[in-house]
């Protein structure tokens, strides 16, 4: 577990690393840059860089703090992975529902991974649940498949916002965080396309 620099949230917990693009919004992946220096840096954990691997190791962590922690879960992967084992992600939200004193935030771009899996299965009362929204051709149809969900909170990272969205139905949806890439390869985001959805 580790702090992080992440506006909206304390910390981050990553019982996976590593994953895939499968967007535009993936493109410039900070995760991605940032695997590959803790590889390059020797440090436990990125053995694999980029790869998707999972930590059974780090699965505790959570249940070693008492104070009440808001937990980012996966910023260096995707918790919903076509590689996660199903097993593994169990075992994820057991520590879950083990720690109701803390808040975890997950934030996918796999809907239908995300709705395969909580089909059957109740989602804890202490998730946050998310999708990233960056384009209209991968984003928007996340959040019909988000807004169906039964989370506490459901929210929209619609970073990085590569164009103007138009209008969106933000119905069912509690929080929206908006912004665009950083980075050196950053593309750039227009002003009126973050007011278009902030007057939504």
Not at 103 to 124: G, H, N, V, W
Request: hydrophobic fraction near 35%; charge should be positive.
């Amino acid at each position: 577990m580790n702090k992080t620099k992440i506006e909206w949230t304390e910390e981050t917990w990553n019982p996976a690393t590593g994953c895939t693009k499968v967007s535009a919004g993936c493109k410039n992946c900070y995760a991605e840059v940032m695997a590959n220096r803790l590889q390059a840096m020797h440090v436990s954990g990125y053995e694999n860089g980029f790869e998707f691997s999972i930590m059974p190791e780090r699965l505790e962590q959570p249940l070693r703090k008492k104070k009440p922690t808001k937990y980012f879960v996966n910023s260096m992967s995707d918790l919903f992975h076509e590689k996660m084992p199903v097993e593994f992600l169990d075992a994820i939200f057991d520590v879950i529902n083990r720690t109701p004193q803390h808040i975890y935030q997950i934030l996918t771009k796999r809907e239908d991974r995300m709705s395969e899996y909580f089909a059957k299965k109740t989602i804890p009362s202490n998730v946050w649940l998310g999708v990233t929204v960056e384009d209209r051709k991968s984003g928007l149809q996340r959040i019909d498949k988000l807004r169906i969900q039964k989370a506490t909170i459901k929210f929209l990272s619609i970073e990085p916002l590569l164009e103007d969205l138009g209008k969106i139905n933000l119905k069912g949806i509690d929080w929206v965080i908006v912004g665009g890439e950083s980075g050196p390869k950053a593309r750039p985001m227009k002003p009126e396309w973050a007011i278009n959805i902030k007057q939504q």
